[in-house]
């Protein structure tokens, strides 16, 4: 009878290609400025090339969320711990959120880290954020 107003821990999904990338267990922080643009939508001045960078969600997400304090595993399962148990985790949100990051990572606008990193305020906040500061 006491047992009826239990909670059950929410169910971990396993994600088998989260657990073998070599990403895992990596800090992952952001290395442009950046600026919202519009709609939601930010731009990036790319530091590596003379160019500003617009993404769709999923790049979008993954790069404000890159603030090197949470390694890539830690995002992958907030990120699944968002979604409601009637529409559940996608079997390949791993996937997805890694084929991202290395993307990210490949043009250089994100870097992995075996530890965590503190970004300076004017990689961190927006470009609106610091101007009025």
């Known amino acids: 009878m006491f ?8 169910e971990r999904p396993v994600f088998e290609n989260l657990n073998q990338s070599e990403y895992k267990d990596k800090y992952f922080y952001r290395t442009s400025p950046w600026d919202w643009f519009q709609d939601g939508m930010i731009h ?20 404000l969320e890159s ?23 996608p079997s390949d949100l ?21 530890e965590k990193k503190q970004l300076e305020d004017a990689i961190l906040l927006s470009k609106s954020e610091l101007k009025s500061n």
């Open 3 to 10: 047992g009826l107003f239990k909670k059950k821990k929410p």
């Open 94 to 114: 791993d996937i997805n959120i890694l084929d991202t990051l290395s993307s990210l990572v490949k043009d250089g606008l994100v870097i992995l880290s075996s």
């Open 44 to 63: 990036i001045f790319n530091i590596n090339a003379p160019r500003v960078v617009t993404m769709d969600p999923w790049p979008q997400l993954v790069y």
């Open 67 to 89: 603030t090197g304090q949470q390694t890539v595993s830690e995002f992958i399962y907030a990120t699944a711990a968002l979604y409601s148990k009637k529409e559940g985790v």
